[in-house]
């Protein structure tokens, strides 16, 4: 009995000792941890994508090559497991709370918790709706409406001697999230200009290829005369073209096929002619995250948003490039 206690207590006063270590005194944002390194708590969307793996590395890699203390947690793309992280980043009063929000919106009260814990939030990835922009300090991560864009203007010059209709699916990220909203806003606002493209079916398939796959094998179902596949990253795209093939097209060639992230696979069936135009996201926010995580902890100012610098790859291009591809 009395060892069952002493255990308890013991136990007890590890975790206040944890507590304390990890998130500094009680003095809040900027207070550091008792030995002088910055503790940052960062809730990731998941592990959907190889773009969302190239992402989870880069983050830990840099932490580790910044002396940051990293408590990083995997939310399953469950924004209730990003809410419950946050909280519990809170609670440990973290120095810095970093996150890449899996949906744009209900961000609002668990922000305004972190603010009044005087924890600074910094956004990496995917941007949130929230009009009050004081509840975070920065936003870093690409242009989304600008990665559509570049989609729509490649379809635009490569059909362009076309005179019938250009039959266009859509293969969605994650319903509400901003990758999802952002790149059908700019590939439709540049297609709406020439009323030959016609977007037949869209469909969200979650960003992951088990979910490409099934969509499109319903696309081709229901739609027998499919031009052009236009994917939101690259892993929906590799499963849908396991789905063309299986229905005995040739994806690159039968159905034309653009994507965006530009990981190594997605790459790979570019090279191959297997995907026709690839836009680049780019997953390696890691060292500039932590440079803003530094600057932020020290009180100075930040600009409010950062945005990656990105390209798009032709088939041409990519094989070029993958031999030094790192992701
Ligand atoms: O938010 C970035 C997107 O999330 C990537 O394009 C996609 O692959 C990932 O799942």
Known sequence: MIRRWSAAVVAGLLAAVTVTACGGGDDGAGSGSDDGKITLGFSQVGAESGWRTANTKSIQDSAKEAGIDLKFSDAQQKQENQIKAIRSFIQQKV???????????????????????????????????????????????????????????????????????????????????????????GFGDVIAAEPKFKVVASQTGDFTRAKGKEVMEAFLKSNPDIDVLYAHNDDMGLGAIEAIEGAGKKPGTDIKIITVDAVRDGMQALADGKINFIVECSPLLGPQLMELVKKVNAGETVEPRVITKETTFTQEQAKAVLPERQY
């Open 95 to 185: 120095d810095i709370i970093a996150f890449s929000p899996v949906v744009e919106s209900g961000w609002d009260t668990v922000l305004k918790e972190a603010k009044d814990a005087n924890i600074p939030v910094i956004l990496t990835d995917r941007a949130v709706d929230s009009p009050d922009t004081s509840l975070y300090k920065t936003f870093i991560g690409s242009d989304f409406v600008e990665e559509g864009k570049k989609a729509g203007d490649w379809l635009v010059k490569e059909y362009a001697s076309a005179t019938d209709p250009v039959n266009i699916v859509e293969l969605q990220g994650t319903t509400g999230s901003a990758p999802a909203n952002d790149r059908k806003k």
